[in-house]
């Protein structure tokens, strides 16, 4: 049986029980960091309750897992996460 995934939030950071941390930068960019990547992800926080991720500055063999754990980080702090690019 696994075990489900947790947030909790320190200061300005939203941490994952999966090994990931998540913050804003102001409203134009985030920084993620996990054991393998540190990096200040090009993004956007609209008058809305959300952010939209760059993916252009998202390194490609990263992209997928950044992306996917950024969107689940923000969704449990109650914020929406669309992606705009290739």
């Given at each position: 049986?696994?075990?489900?995934?947790?947030?909790?939030?320190?200061?300005?950071?939203?941490?994952?029980?999966?090994?990931?941390?998540?913050?804003?930068?102001?409203?134009?960019?985030?920084?993620?960091?996990?054991?393998?990547?540190?990096?200040?992800?090009?993004?956007?926080?609209?008058?809305?309750?959300?952010?939209?991720?760059?993916?252009?500055?998202?390194?490609?063999?990263?992209?997928?897992?950044?992306?996917?754990?950024?969107?689940?980080?923000?969704r449990w702090a109650g914020f929406d996460v669309q992606t705009l690019g290739p």
């Amino acid at each position: 049986m696994g075990t489900s995934e947790s947030f909790e939030q320190s200061g300005p950071w939203i941490i994952s029980s999966e090994g990931f941390k998540v913050r804003a930068l102001g409203r134009s960019g985030m920084e993620y960091v996990s054991d393998s990547v540190t990096l200040d992800v090009d993004a956007e926080a609209p008058a809305t309750q959300g952010f939209v991720l760059y993916l252009a500055g998202i390194p490609e063999e990263h992209r997928e897992q950044i992306v996917d754990d950024v969107t689940r980080a923000w969704r449990w702090a109650g914020f929406d996460v669309q992606t705009l690019g290739p």
